[in-house]
């Protein structure tokens, strides 16, 4: 059965502090994985998408990488901000049947000032 | 901005009614799906919709059905609603099949 795992469930770190945002994933065979952000009451919003070919991609502060082989992900955020409180979600699509999205259930994030 | 509109932005409904969620994909999109959100949830797949034609089902119930029309906006119907069904609803939309999706802000669907 195809899934996506995310851990942790919630984090909570000082504002300024790095953090990272594992997933880890089932889902063969394998087209691209999506990192979103999602805050509260709003829509999610892609961060960075990549491949099979690619294993780290950044986006401002997130920089995402990809392990095909062991089918896992990483999120680290450098110099959090409070406006990175929000909730991050693991994306990941089926090669065979492009339309096979599978969502991870997320992590949340909290910054403390 | 995405680009994605949804109407309305909030709904409140009493059981047993239904509703119409209408959403407008970005301009030169031609695949929209529908997601359901419950309280402190994670995003639901509904269905989705390539050029008019229903492309893939997720967890959708009897009692929702959608559309995607010729002019390539979508509209997701909830009957006989119940207490559970309040949500927030996305909407997003994509190139093709499998493209990157961009997200609504949501309706929130309220029943009382």
């Not at chain 1, 504002?15 to 394998?30: D, M």
């Not at chain 1, 110099?79 to 090669?95: G, N, P, R, T």
């Not at chain 1, 065979?96 to 403390?112: D, N, P, Q, Y």
């Not at chain 2, 949804?6 to 529908?34: E, F, M, N």
Request: hydrophobic share 30%; aromatic share 8%.
């Amino acid at each position: 059965k195809n899934q996506v795992e995310q851990s942790p469930q919630s984090l909570i770190i000082l504002e300024g502090k790095n953090c990272t945002l594992q997933c880890n994933y089932t889902v063969s065979p394998f087209s691209n994985l999506r990192w979103y952000k999602q805050d509260t009451g709003r829509g999610p919003v892609s961060l960075t998408i990549m491949t099979f070919s690619e294993n780290t991609k950044s986006n401002g502060r997130y920089t995402a990488t990809l392990d095909a082989d062991t089918k896992q992900s990483s999120l680290h955020i450098t110099a959090s901000q409070l406006s990175d409180s929000a909730s991050y979600i693991c994306v990941v699509s089926e090669k065979s049947s492009a339309s096979k999205i599978i969502f991870g259930s997320g992590t949340r994030l909290s910054i403390r000032p | 901005d995405s680009g994605v509109t949804q109407t309305p932005k909030h709904l409140i409904t009493a059981t047993g009614q239904r509703v119409t969620l209408r959403c407008s994909p970005r301009s030169g999109d031609l695949s929209v799906y529908w997601y359901q959100q419950s309280l402190d949830q994670g995003l639901q797949f509904l269905i989705q919709y390539y050029n008019g034609e229903e492309r893939a089902k997720g967890n959708i119930l009897e009692r929702f059905s959608a559309q995607q029309f010729p002019d390539l906006h979508s509209e997701l119907n909830l009957s006989s609603l119940e207490l559970g069904d309040s949500a927030l609803y996305f909407c997003a939309s994509s190139i093709s099949t499998g493209g990157e999706q961009y997200f609504g802000p949501g309706t929130r669907l309220t029943v009382t």
